[in-house]
């Protein structure tokens, strides 16, 4: 198939044009310092790698014999080091993200490197640049099918049940993936033919996934070591220095059959906007807000009426115990409430879903989430007011209750007192007691 151009950042550059408006200083040094921490990628990993160098020249002569096959080892860890940095000379490639070609700080156009930590680049630069090559792994490589499958499929599978290809035109269903990463899930999703919208924060996000989107011309094109940093837990000297290849999918050469865009920016920032999006699809992030009230008023805010909020993921809370940030973090039954408070009709949920989270496969430690999935909808006066909902927008899997004997006159009864705001107990008597 020919490759077919296509604008994966379209709102990019509005973004950013508004960010520079109100400090455009500030934004060029927040850019610049993600830049310089994959600059600095290869001399940090090597300082670790270094420690253990020096302490195996340390010992003894016998001791060292033992380890000569450890030794090669560790050089082997150096070159795949390496071989990491020359790609990532490859995603900055292009700077897509930079405010100018030459800039005041950072390396020289000839020295793609720092001998030197760069200005401003902190250990926690350092472990997103480290991370950001494993979530390269996770959405793009065949060996991140399985969490894929485990984080992706249910939420795939439960839009497509919902908005069917045979009720709806999908290109005019509007999809919003706030939170979206690499954007691999937006991408599955604008395949199907859904008009699809990611929303990303990080520039490590954005650098990477610019660069898959965008600048791959081929499947399988580069490759990675994505756990050459994990020095424990290794079975055999080749499970840290295993390679990934990616990207498992060419971008260019499959274009989505549905509009597709990466928004960069605040997710309660960009998206003021109400009745917008039909649907809000979520994987791992309503924990990444200080408040996940604000995150849950503005999903539902932005929603149609009619429309679905689809989330997996666990309650991790990123900012909680952040020195310097405010965190609150409700548990599963707080968030019922919060939920069901705000105007969401809970139409399904789900625990102890088992999800891995850029994972090396071959590590002899092993974590994964038990993590919720729940689809909330935003109910839709309209309809409430005639007494039922359109059919093709309740799928028979997500129906609560769907059995029940009178379902119909029920759910009647039960939506016109959602719309008293108060109902009494007087009035769950009475329904319970009409005939079906």
């Known amino acids: 198939m020919e490759a077919v151009p296509f604008p994966m950042h379209p709102k990019m550059d509005e973004q950013l044009a508004r960010a520079f408006a109100a400090n455009e200083e500030e934004e060029e040094k927040h850019i610049q310092k993600v830049q310089n921490a994959f600059l600095y990628y290869g001399p940090y990993a090597c ?70 930590p760069p200005p401003d680049v902190r250990h926690g630069d350092m472990d997103q ?9 996770r959405d793009w490589s065949t060996d991140g099918a399985l969490e894929r499958e485990q984080s992706y499929k249910p939420i795939i599978d439960c839009i497509v049940e919902y908005y069917k290809p045979s009720d709806y035109e999908l290109k005019e269903i509007k999809i919003l993936v706030p939170g979206a990463g690499l954007g691999r899930l937006t991408y599955e999703l604008a395949c199907l033919g859904y008009s699809c919208e990611g929303n990303e924060f990080s520039y490590f996000m954005l650098i990477a996934s610019n660069f898959v989107l965008n600048l791959c011309d081929y499947e399988n094109k580069y490759v990675l070591y994505p756990w050459v940093h994990q020095y424990v837990n290794n079975l055999r000297r080749e499970d840290q220095v295993a390679a990934v290849r990616f990207p498992d999918v060419c971008p260019l050469k499959n274009p989505p059959k549905g509009h597709f865009e990466i928004a960069a920016g605040d997710f309660l920032e960009v998206y003021k906007t109400a009745d917008t999006y039909n649907c809000v699809a979520t994987c791992f992030f309503i924990d990444c807000a200080n408040n996940v009230i604000d ?68 590590s002899m430690k092993q974590s994964e989430y038990q993590s919720l999935f729940w689809v909330c909808r935003k109910p839709d006066p309209f309809e409430q007011q005639r007494g039922k909902r359109k059919a093709s927008r309740e799928p028979h899997g997500l129906i609560v209750r769907e059995d ?12 016109e007192r959602e719309l008293k705001q108060q109902p009494t107990a007087n009035d769950e008597t009475e329904m319970e007691a009409q005939p079906t």
Not at 404 to 415: F, N
Request: proline share 4%.
């Open 47 to 116: 300082q670790r790698l270094k420690r253990s160098v020096d302490y195996l020249n340390s010992l003894s002569p016998e001791d060292q014999l033992l380890l000569a096959k450890y030794r090669m080892h560790l050089e082997c860890v150096r070159t795949c080091i390496d071989r990491n940095q020359a790609v990532i000379r490859e995603i900055l490639r292009e700077r897509v993200l930079y405010p100018s070609e030459e800039s005041s700080v950072g390396p020289s156009a000839d020295r793609w490197e720092f001998d030197e």
């Open 129 to 137: 640049a480290q991370s950001t090559l494993k979530l390269i792994a």
């Open 295 to 362: 995150f849950i008023r503005t999903i539902y805010k932005i929603l149609v009426p009619g429309g679905i909020w689809v989330n997996l993921g666990p309650l991790l809370y990123h900012y909680s115990d952040v020195s310097g940030q405010n965190s609150i973090e409700p548990t599963f039954e707080d968030l019922c409430i919060i939920m069901e408070s705000v105007g969401f009709v809970i139409e399904k949920s789900r625990t102890g879903i088992r999800t891995k989270y850029a994972q090396n496969p071959s």
């Open 404 to 415: 029940s004997e009178g379902e119909e006159d029920q759910e009647q009864e039960r939506t």
